[in-house]
């Protein structure tokens, strides 16, 4: 009964895709707002959330995921998860149809159970993250940036080991070397635009695919 329950909305995928109405772009102080009225997270109710909607068919049994085309969510930051169904559901973030599947979830859950859920993965994170490889060719661009192209570091605010930064700013250590390189050429080619001010693109759009590919591979690090 459960299953054909969730099975139903999933099937009108095709519908809610196009019925969604682009939310406007966040501006700093809309975006800061949403994040203050965010409802206190339970982890132990996320993961039911996490268990009803299906969601470890993906991203694992804690949120390790389980394909490289799939982000990890253990030990994500839960501003950022928050952020991320929001954007989902609010048709700011459907950079292609990898995204389609997460767009119908997030219309799914109530603001309460997108919380919770942030807050079961932002828990579920003990395991040691590997520490970044400081003799890899890309340690310079994330740990200094490039001032002649106003490149700031990205450790300036995704933190030094790649652990997440503040409010939104997600962690990126140990995340999936294709999910990375995915997601930094659609912020790089304009296709990934939820991100207030372009606060994360305006960093991509200088990049090489050598650079991206470079990042992508420092930042994933522990295949
Ligand atoms: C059928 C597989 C699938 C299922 C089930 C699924 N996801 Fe996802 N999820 C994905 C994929 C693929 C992406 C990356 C999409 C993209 O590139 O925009 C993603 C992205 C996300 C992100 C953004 C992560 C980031 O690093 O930006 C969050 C948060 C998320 N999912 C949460 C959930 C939650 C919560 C559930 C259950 C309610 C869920 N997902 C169920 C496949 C899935
Ligand atoms: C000024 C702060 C800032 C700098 C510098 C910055 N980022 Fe970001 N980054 C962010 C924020 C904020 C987000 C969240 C965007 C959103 O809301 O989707 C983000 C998101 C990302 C994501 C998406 C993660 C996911 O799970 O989908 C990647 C990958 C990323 N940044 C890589 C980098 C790399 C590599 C650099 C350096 C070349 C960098 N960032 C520099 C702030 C920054």
Known sequence: MRLFKHLIPIALLGLVATVQADAPAWSAASLEKTLQAMPAGDAMRGQRVHEQYFCASCHGTHGESVSRNWPNLAAQRAPYVYKMMLDYRDGRRHEDERAEIMVVLANMLSEQEMADVAAFYAESGEQERAPLRRDHPADALVRKGDPKRLLTACAS???????????????????????????????????????????????????????????????????
């Open 157 to 223: 605010c995704h933190g030094v080991d790649g652990q997440g930064g503040r409010n939104e700013t997600p962690a990126l250590a140990g995340q999936p070397r294709e999910y990375l390189h995915r997601t930094m050429l659609l912020f790089r080619d304009g296709r990934r635009d939820n991100d207030a001010h372009a606060g994360m693109a305006q960093f991509a759009w200088d990049l090489s695919d050598a650079e991206i590919a470079a990042v992508a591979d420092y930042y994933s690090a522990t295949e």
